[in-house]
């Protein structure tokens, strides 16, 4: 009933630059929060930024360097990534807090895409 797919991972060097994208589609009401998390082999998964209705939020370890923004009229959550690092290689995943009706809010998750920085 709601997707978020994601694109836009890949393998960069380090110091080089990713820009991931996650379009949400079907039954919408409206859009609360769209987020990206992240997750490396045999850790956990961890916030690197959100955005709600104007505000921004980022893990300290990706401040600076990357810089999340959405186009409202797209249901969409772009992630600019620049200077990146080894340490950021891990699984993203596309987060959205979904209203889908009057009464019914939910969490939604894309299926993740791969990023990779090779030192």
């Known amino acids: 009933q709601v997707q978020l797919v994601e694109s836009g991972g890949g393998l960069v060097q380090a110091g080089g630059s990713l820009r991931l994208s996650c379009a949400a589609s079907g039954r919408i009401f409206s859009i609360n929060a769209m987020g990206w998390y992240r997750q490396a082999p045999g850790k956990q998964r961890e916030l690197v930024a959100t955005?709600?209705?104007?505000?921004?939020n980022y893990a300290s370890s990706v401040e600076g360097r990357f810089t999340i923004s959405r186009d409202n009229a797209k249901n969409t959550v772009y992630l600019q990534m620049n200077s990146l690092k080894p340490e950021d290689t891990a699984v993203y995943y596309c987060?959205?807090?979904?209203?889908?009706?009057?009464?019914?809010?939910?969490?939604?998750w894309g299926q993740g895409t791969q990023v990779t920085v090779s030192s």
């Open positions: 987060n959205a807090r979904i209203q889908t009706n009057l009464w019914r809010t939910s969490d939604y």
């Open positions: 955005a709600t209705s104007g505000t921004t």
